[in-house]
């Protein structure tokens, strides 16, 4: 489930969500809903997403974080022209 706030997260969380993505949340922000979304449901996977990019991902890895996502790994990945003739 896509939460925005501590509220959504730990509501989804609560809901039975398997795993909850923290969108676009600062760093410092992030940590703090991921270790009390944690500490409510520790089998939940929290998964940082929004604006993560290679340079900045070091910010985003904490202990509470099970799994960043990156778009620009596909929406900035250059186009390959190619045919495959069998």
Known sequence: VE?????????????????VLLDNLAPQELHVVAAQVKAAHPRVTVEASGGIVLGTLPQFLRPHIDVVSMGCLTHSAPALDFALRV
């Open 3 to 19: 939460c925005s706030s501590a509220d959504e997260a730990l509501a989804a969380a609560g809901a039975g969500a398997d795993i």
